[in-house]
């Protein structure tokens, strides 16, 4: 079992920036590809980022893309989602996933074995 924890969301106005962080514990961190999904209000959960397992691979949503950065620390197993020029359309649950997937894009196109609780992030206008 892979446990997940998400960390630093919350209320930021729109042209702000946040950073999620996602603490794992249970099995070896490097061994999973890691990744972000999110789930905006009255909506179906959808991909956000997703970066391999030795950070030399990462894919985004088109939607985020060159404006968020997903980043990972094997040291400190923990996966990072660097959010910046937020909108309000960002306003959704984040969610961390892991996937013991050799293939990163296996994650985006939807295989997650775990996932954490979410953290919430509201953009306002």
């Known amino acids: 079992q892979v446990q997940l924890v998400e960390s630093g969301g919350g209320l930021v106005q729109a042209g702000g920036s946040l950073r999620l962080s996602c603490a794992a514990s249970?099995?070896?961190?490097?061994?999973?590809?890691m990744g972000w999904f999110r789930q905006p209000p009255g909506k179906e959960r959808e991909f956000v980022a997703v970066?391999?397992?030795?950070?030399?691979?990462?894919y985004y949503a088109d939607s985020v893309k060159g404006r968020f950065t997903i980043s990972r620390d094997n040291a400190e197993n923990t996966v990072y989602l660097q959010m910046n020029s937020l909108k309000p359309d960002d306003t959704a649950v984040y969610y961390c996933?892991?996937?013991?997937?050799?293939?990163?894009?296996?994650?985006?196109?939807?295989?997650?074995?775990?996932w954490g609780k979410g953290s919430s992030v509201t953009v306002s206008s």
């Open positions: 249970g099995r070896t961190f490097s061994n999973f590809v």
């Open positions: 970066i391999s397992r030795s950070s030399g691979i990462t």
């Open positions: 996933t892991a996937s013991g997937s050799p293939a990163a894009i296996s994650m985006k196109l939807g295989r997650v074995d775990y």
